[in-house]
């Protein structure tokens, strides 16, 4: 056993890391507050969308990200569901489903386009990195963006092995059929 008593208490109560990411998305998306969000974080995070490499690095660039492009900026109707949670002793990964409607610009995940004001489903995954003092080192975001741009008519999936909404759909499709066999 350790003389650092910081370091006991983390293995004798090990700390709710997904209690920390739901406050972390819950500054981002209902209370939309930058600096409550930055809170969670480390002194020097960084925050990597994957599919547009948006985001920023460093505790100026995160916070300038999350301002200018990001917290508040998403639709009013956005929604995010929980697919499933995976918790480590330092990370979780979210499997997530997002919904909005494309009704404005969205430049973390659309930059350059104007709002076409269509209904998007899209799975996302979280992968976020706590360093020893329970705080947010990195966020990385994967998404599909082929599945965004055929929901928002960009792509056309005739041409290419590509699915919209579909995605969507069998995932949760196949969520909800594994909830009921693990309920019996």
Not at 34 to 56: R, S
Not at 133 to 152: F, P, R
Request: charged share 25%; aromatic share 8%.
């Amino acid at each position: 056993m350790s003389n650092d008593p910081k370091q006991n208490n983390r293995l004798d109560h090990p700390p709710d890391l997904g209690a920390i990411f739901d406050k972390h998305v819950k500054c981002e998306f209902e209370d939309h507050d930058v600096d409550a969000t930055m809170k969670t974080m480390v002194k020097e995070p960084y925050v990597h969308h994957v599919p547009t490499l948006t985001g920023g690095i460093g505790y100026d660039g995160v916070y300038n990200f999350y301002k200018n492009d990001f917290v508040g900026k998403m639709p009013v109707d956005t929604k995010i569901e929980r697919v499933s949670r995976t918790v480590d002793k330092d990370q979780v990964v979210d499997e997530l489903i997002i919904s909005f409607t494309h009704n404005r610009k969205i430049k973390i995940m659309l930059p350059g386009i104007p709002p076409i004001g269509r209904h998007v489903e899209l799975p996302l995954v979280v992968v976020m990195k706590f360093n020893s003092d329970n705080k947010i080192a990195h966020e990385h975001i994967y998404w599909d963006q082929a599945s965004l741009l055929v929901q928002t008519g960009l792509l056309d999936p005739k041409t290419l092995p590509v699915y919209g909404i579909e995605q969507t759909r069998k995932l949760l499709e196949l969520s909800l059929q594994q909830k009921r066999n693990d309920d019996t």
